[in-house]
């Protein structure tokens, strides 16, 4: 396992559930969303970030079968002017069963545009780090 600044825990459900008793793949894009809108509220002590979901990536190594609580480490992978970069570690039973990475943009509250990551960002994921 590497190393994350931020862990989730969250509830596998009964409707994530396939009729094979497998959580549903795109449901681990949910579990990755859930993760992060915690760690905005956390670090970045907000309730509404304007970001929009720019790329996904998902690899899966195992499936998850049934019900239990899955573990979502993050980590703020990279920082660049308008957008950030995140990774992510799912794990189910003590075992790593995807990986995955987002790009989020970041869009100005009033216009909708991409503006810059804003600093209070930056400084905060340069505290979580230290």
């Known amino acids: 396992m590497t190393d994350f600044i931020y862990e989730s825990e969250l509830q596998v459900r009964f409707r994530d559930l396939d009729p094979l008793g497998h959580v549903n793949n795109a449901v681990y894009a949910s579990y990755c969303e859930?993760?992060?809108?915690?760690?905005?509220?956390e670090?970045?002590?907000?309730?509404?970030?304007?970001?929009?979901?720019?790329?996904?990536?998902?690899?899966?190594?195992?499936?998850?079968?049934?019900?239990?609580?899955?573990?979502v480490a993050l980590d703020v992978t990279d920082i660049g002017n308008s957008s950030f970069e995140m990774s992510y570690e799912l794990r189910f039973e003590e075992e790593v069963v995807a990986?995955?990475?987002t790009?989020?943009?970041?869009?100005?509250?009033?216009?909708?545009?991409?503006?810059?990551?804003?600093?209070?960002?930056?400084?905060?994921?340069?505290?979580?780090?230290?």
């Open 34 to 41: 859930q993760a992060r809108i915690e760690f905005f509220r």
């Open 43 to 71: 670090a970045f002590d907000m309730e509404e970030v304007n970001t929009v979901l720019a790329n996904i990536e998902i690899d899966y190594r195992r499936p998850i079968e049934g019900l239990g609580e899955l573990t």
């Open 103 to 130: 790009v989020l943009v970041v869009l100005d509250p009033e216009t909708s545009e991409p503006t810059r990551v804003p600093d209070e960002w930056r400084e905060a994921v340069a505290d979580l780090r230290e």
């Open 99 to 101: 990986t995955a990475s």
